[in-house]
């Protein structure tokens, strides 16, 4: 079992960028893909970005490729997304969740998740 929190939320400017960070609780981090989605206001929670255990492999929705990276330090038992030229429509509660799959690519396939953070992006 992992235990995940979550931080490094705010409201940033359009164009702006923030740092996620999410923490994890446990000596098991490496074994799992880890993945960051969000849920903007009236809307379905939806993957952002999904990293393998090692980290060699990633897959971002097309929405934010180019702008977003997310990283893992297994040392540090963490996980982070990078966010860069940040729009209104990145608005939303973001969340980190763990999952056993390779990579994770829906909601169903992950098993724990933090609480979330809100990012807002003003226009």
């Known amino acids: 079992q992992v235990q995940l929190v979550e931080s490094g939320g705010g409201l940033v400017q359009a164009g702006g960028s923030l740092r996620l960070s999410c923490a994890a609780s446990?000596?098991?981090?490496?074994?799992?893909?880890m993945g960051w989605f969000r849920q903007a206001p009236g809307k379905e929670r939806a993957l952002v970005a999904t990293i393998t255990r090692s980290g060699d492999r990633t897959y971002y929705v097309d929405s934010v490729k180019g702008r977003f990276t997310i990283s893992r330090d297994n040392a540090k038992n963490t996980v982070n997304l990078q966010m860069n030229s940040l729009k209104p429509d990145d608005t939303a509660v973001y969340y980190c969740?763990?999952?056993?799959?390779?990579?994770?690519?829906?909601?169903?396939?992950?098993?724990?998740w933090g609480q979330g953070t809100q990012v807002t992006v003003s226009s």
């Open positions: 446990g000596r098991t981090f490496s074994t799992y893909a």
């Open positions: 969740a763990a999952t056993t799959y390779d990579l994770g690519y829906v909601e169903r396939q992950y098993a724990y």
